[in-house]
C-alpha cells in the first residue's frame, strides 16, 4: 500500500484532492489506521483515479462522475468518446468564431483607410473551366467557405492525374432570398478530363480588381475596398464576383495572393 502523499505523487493530484475525493465519495482509501487517521492506497486504485480526473477534465459535475465510475469500462470508454468529440467541436466551433471576429474588427479599423488607390479595371477574361456547382446559405464567410471547400475538395479527386492549366478560381452569383451560387473552378487545357462539368467563364470588358494578401478569413476586406471604390467611381455591378487564387494550397493561408475581381458597368 501506499501513503497518501506517495499516491498522489503517482496519480499526479494534490493530497487536498485526495482528501476532497474521499470526503464526497469518490475515491475511498483502501485503509485508514484507526490510530493516526493516515490514508493509504493501492496501485489498483489509480484506475479508478485516472476515470475520475478524466470525467472531470471533460466538464462532468461530482454527482455525474459518481454514476459514470459504476459502468463498466466498455460504457465509460463509449461515454468520455463522445464528450471527447463533443469538446473537439466545440473548440472547432469557438476557434472558427474567434477568426470571425478577428476579421470583423479587422474591418472595422480598416474603415475610413480603404486602400482604394490598390483598385485596377482590367478586362476579365473568358477562361474554359472544369468545375463544380453548389450554394452556400449567404454570403457570410461562415456559409461559404465549408461550400467552397468541399468543392475543391471533390473537383480535385475528380481531376485525378489532369493538372490544372492555372490558378484555382471561384465564382459567386447572388440568388434569390440571400444564397449565393458557388463554383469551384481549374482552368484547363484542350484535353479536358471526364467525370466533370466543362464550361466557359464569360469575360467582360472591365472590372474592379483588388489583390488581397492572406487567410480568406480577411477577404472581406478586399469586398468592401472594391464596394468604396465602384461607389466613388460612379459604376454599377450585378453582384457576381470572381476569386482568383494566384498563391493558394500548400503555401501556408497567410501567404496566399487572391486576386478579387468585380465586374462592373
Request: with cysteine; hydrophobic share 40%.
Given at each position: 500500500?501506499?501513503?497518501?502523499?506517495?499516491?498522489?505523487?503517482?496519480?499526479?493530484?494534490?493530497?487536498?484532492?485526495?482528501?476532497?475525493?474521499?470526503?464526497?465519495?469518490?475515491?475511498?482509501?483502501?485503509?485508514?489506521?484507526?490510530?493516526?487517521?493516515?490514508?493509504?492506497?493501492?496501485?489498483?486504485?489509480?484506475?479508478?483515479?485516472?476515470r475520475l480526473l478524466?470525467?472531470?477534465?471533460?466538464?462532468?459535475?461530482?454527482?455525474?462522475?459518481?454514476?459514470?465510475?459504476?459502468?463498466?469500462?466498455?460504457?465509460?470508454?463509449?461515454?468520455?468518446?463522445?464528450?471527447?468529440?463533443?469538446?473537439?467541436?466545440?473548440?472547432?466551433a469557438d476557434q472558427?468564431?474567434?477568426?470571425?471576429?478577428?476579421?470583423?474588427?479587422?474591418?472595422?479599423?480598416?474603415e475610413g483607410a480603404?486602400?482604394?488607390?490598390?483598385?485596377?479595371?482590367?478586362?476579365?477574361?473568358?477562361?474554359?473551366?472544369?468545375?463544380?456547382?453548389?450554394?452556400?446559405?449567404?454570403?457570410?464567410?461562415?456559409?461559404?467557405?465549408?461550400?467552397?471547400?468541399?468543392?475543391?475538395?471533390?473537383?480535385?479527386?475528380?481531376?485525378?492525374?489532369?493538372?490544372?492549366?492555372?490558378?484555382?478560381?471561384?465564382?459567386?452569383?447572388?440568388?434569390?432570398?440571400?444564397?449565393?451560387?458557388?463554383?469551384?473552378?481549374?482552368?484547363?487545357?484542350?484535353?479536358?478530363?471526364?467525370?466533370?462539368?466543362?464550361?466557359?467563364?464569360?469575360?467582360?470588358?472591365?472590372?474592379?480588381?483588388?489583390?488581397?494578401?492572406?487567410?480568406?478569413?480577411?477577404?472581406?476586406?478586399?469586398?468592401?475596398?472594391?464596394?468604396?471604390?465602384?461607389?466613388?467611381?460612379?459604376?454599377?455591378?450585378?453582384?457576381?464576383?470572381?476569386?482568383?487564387?494566384?498563391?493558394?494550397?500548400?503555401?501556408?493561408?497567410?501567404?496566399?495572393?487572391?486576386?478579387?475581381?468585380?465586374?462592373?458597368?
Amino acid at each position: 500500500m501506499f501513503s497518501i502523499g506517495a499516491f498522489a505523487s503517482m496519480g499526479r493530484v494534490s493530497v487536498r484532492m485526495l482528501r476532497h475525493y474521499d470526503k464526497v465519495g469518490l475515491l475511498r482509501p483502501a485503509r485508514v489506521d484507526e490510530f493516526s487517521g493516515y490514508r493509504y492506497y493501492e496501485a489498483d486504485q489509480l484506475r479508478r483515479l485516472n476515470r475520475l480526473l478524466a470525467c472531470k477534465d471533460l466538464g462532468f459535475t461530482l454527482d455525474e462522475v459518481k454514476s459514470i465510475l459504476d459502468e463498466d469500462d466498455a460504457d465509460l470508454a463509449g461515454l468520455l468518446r463522445r464528450r471527447e468529440a463533443e469538446l473537439v467541436q466545440q473548440i472547432t466551433a469557438d476557434q472558427d468564431r474567434l477568426t470571425r471576429v478577428r476579421a470583423r474588427l479587422a474591418l472595422i479599423r480598416a474603415e475610413g483607410a480603404s486602400p482604394s488607390e490598390a483598385v485596377t479595371i482590367e478586362p476579365l477574361r473568358p477562361a474554359r473551366v472544369a468545375l463544380l456547382r453548389g450554394v452556400a446559405a449567404s454570403s457570410d464567410h461562415e456559409d461559404v467557405g465549408p461550400v467552397i471547400r468541399l468543392l475543391f475538395g471533390e473537383l480535385i479527386k475528380a481531376m485525378g492525374t489532369d493538372s490544372p492549366a492555372g490558378p484555382a478560381i471561384a465564382t459567386y452569383r447572388p440568388l434569390d432570398g440571400g444564397a449565393l451560387e458557388v463554383q469551384a473552378c481549374f482552368p484547363i487545357g484542350p484535353e479536358a478530363p471526364s467525370g466533370v462539368e466543362i464550361a466557359e467563364l464569360p469575360g467582360h470588358p472591365t472590372a474592379a480588381t483588388y489583390l488581397h494578401r492572406g487567410t480568406m478569413a480577411d477577404i472581406g476586406l478586399a469586398y468592401q475596398v472594391l464596394a468604396a471604390w465602384v461607389e466613388d467611381a460612379g459604376h454599377g455591378t450585378d453582384g457576381t464576383a470572381r476569386e482568383v487564387y494566384l498563391t493558394s494550397f500548400p503555401e501556408p493561408e497567410e501567404n496566399w495572393r487572391t486576386a478579387v475581381q468585380l465586374p462592373v458597368t
